[in-house]
C-alpha cells in the first residue's frame, strides 16, 4: 500500500506561481511512475504531468506544457509540481497519483491516489 498526501495548493493570482508537493509512504516509492491530475467543477479529472520512476521520461499535458515541471526526489519520497505563469484555467483540485507498472497519461492506470489539494487562480 502507498499513501500519497498532497500539499502547496492555495489562492493565487493570474500570473503567479505555485509547488505542489506529495509525499509518499512506503519503500517503493522509487519504482513507481508518478502522476499529477486535476478535476475542475463540473470537469472531468484529467492528467496534467507524469513522471517515470527514474525522472528521464516527462510527459505533460498541451495545456501546461512550458509553464509546469514535475520532478522527483526518490530519497524524500516526495514529487513535485512547480506551476508556473498560471491562469484561471488552471482552477481545480489537484491530486497525485502512483502507477506501479504503467506509464502513461490515463488516470485508469493509476493505483494510488491522494486526497487532492485545490488551487484557485483568480484573474
Known amino acids: 500500500q502507498v499513501q500519497l498526501v498532497e500539499s502547496g495548493g492555495g489562492l493565487v493570482q493570474a500570473g503567479d506561481s505555485l509547488r505542489l508537493s506529495c509525499a509518499a509512504s512506503g519503500r517503493t516509492f522509487s519504482t513507481y511512475t508518478m502522476g499529477w491530475f486535476r478535476q475542475a467543477p463540473g470537469k472531468d479529472r484529467e492528467f496534467v504531468a507524469a513522471?517515470?520512476?527514474?525522472?528521464?521520461?516527462?510527459d505533460y499535458a498541451d495545456s501546461v506544457k512550458g509553464r509546469f515541471t514535475i520532478s522527483r526526489a526518490n530519497a524524500k519520497n516526495t514529487m513535485y509540481l512547480q506551476m508556473n505563469s498560471l491562469k484561471p484555467d488552471d482552477t481545480a483540485v489537484y491530486y497525485c497519483a502512483a502507477a506501479i507498472a504503467t506509464y502513461g497519461s490515463s488516470w485508469s492506470g493509476y493505483d494510488y491516489w491522494g486526497q487532492g489539494t485545490q488551487v484557485t487562480v483568480s484573474s
Open positions: 513522471i517515470s520512476w527514474s525522472g528521464t521520461r516527462r
